[in-house]
């Protein structure tokens, strides 16, 4: 069975796609301004995001990447000399 049939066999409650959160939503995760979450988009950085004509959304599983590639470890504290 080819790739086509077997997408032309699936109904709808067979896929299994996730919600895309809006802009809105995903500065509100984050806590990102709205401004930085655009300038990011702009020069490539950031979040990956999905376009879907003019509207800009995000999936679930890229903020939470996108999140834990940004966790960083405090500094030990350092022992007077």
Known sequence: MSQSQSLTNTTSSDI???KLYTEKQYIAITGE?????????????????????????????????????????MNAPREAA
């Open 16 to 18: 299994q796609i996730e």
């Open 33 to 73: 301004s709205l401004a930085k979450a655009r300038r990011n988009r702009m020069f490539g950085n950031g979040c990956p995001f999905v376009k879907l004509g003019r509207q800009v959304r995000y999936r679930p599983s890229d903020i939470r990447l996108y999140i834990d590639r940004n966790v960083r470890a």
